[in-house]
């Protein structure tokens, strides 16, 4: 099996966990769009649910798919979030942001009961830091804020430079919500928790991929099979 069969094994295996009735958050990125793919199938047999994407690329799949769909004003509460990773720690602490979705994906993972996370084995870690952390910036003064995040890196012990995230066309990567991306390249982050704090206090940062006490399952799946943790309480 290649990385691609494992991402959609951890769909399918959380998917499981969807009941009749549930409002789902269904997240960005390769991971999610398999269990996308995989609920849309299941509500063309006849599950009912409704959905709250987190990015217009997701809307646009669930859709194509028949997914019914809501939005957090209208459905401020969610059952369970469905998302992918970039890193996952064993404390199920998270890089996100790869995709570029990190404040909506955020946002839903906060507004729902619990949020379980698809992975291939590749992306289980004993450490977070190796995959750059994306942080989500306003345009304004980005070269300011690039060097406040990376004193406030310095700072918690995670140095390294940040990048400003540009698309195939050269151009500054612009989220949904019309935000800049600094990728930090840290390689460790030893306390994701300090780091977190830290940039959450620099004006010009609006959100930052490091999610910490959100996710409560992992579903990793790789060549020994797919292993659900679940986080105690």
Same mark, same amino acid.
């Given at each position: ?107 839903? &993972?906060?507004?729902? !009961? ?5 992975? #291939?084995?590749?992306?289980? *870690?004993?450490?977070? +830091? @190796? $995959? ?25 012990? &995670?140095?390294?430079? !940040? ?5 195939? #066309?050269?151009?500054?990567? *612009?989220?949904?919500? +019309? @935000? $800049? ?53």
């Amino acid at each position: 099996m290649n990385t691609d069969d494992y991402k959609r094994q951890a769909a399918a295996r959380a998917l499981e966990f969807v009941e009749p009735g549930m409002r789902l958050g269904l997240g960005t990125g390769s991971t999610a769009a398999h269990f996308v793919d995989l609920l849309g199938a299941r509500v063309r047999a006849g599950l009912d649910v409704v959905g709250v994407p987190t990015s217009q690329t997701t809307r646009a799949q669930a859709e194509r798919l028949g997914v019914t769909l809501t939005t957090l004003d209208d459905t401020p509460e969610l059952d369970l979030t469905v998302d992918g990773a970039d890193e996952v720690a064993p404390d199920l602490s998270l890089i996100k942001g790869g995709g570029g979705a990190l404040l909506c994906e955020k946002i839903v &993972a906060a507004a729902s !009961a619990r949020m379980i996370v698809i992975a #291939d084995h590749s992306k289980w *870690v004993a450490l977070l +830091g @190796h $995959f750059p952390l994306p942080v989500e910036v306003v345009p304004f003064g980005v070269a300011a804020t690039r060097r406040a995040v990376e004193a406030a890196a310095a700072e918690a012990d &995670a140095p390294g430079p !940040a990048q400003l995230r540009r698309g195939q #066309d050269g151009h500054p990567f *612009v989220t949904d919500s +019309g @935000h $800049f991306i600094l990728d930090a390249a840290l390689q460790r982050i030893p306390r994701p928790d300090v780091l977190a704090a830290r940039l959450a206090g620099i004006p010009g940062v609006v959100e930052h991929g490091l999610f910490i006490g959100l996710a409560r399952t992992a579903v990793i799946a790789g060549p020994e099979g797919v292993d659900v943790i679940e986080m105690p309480g």
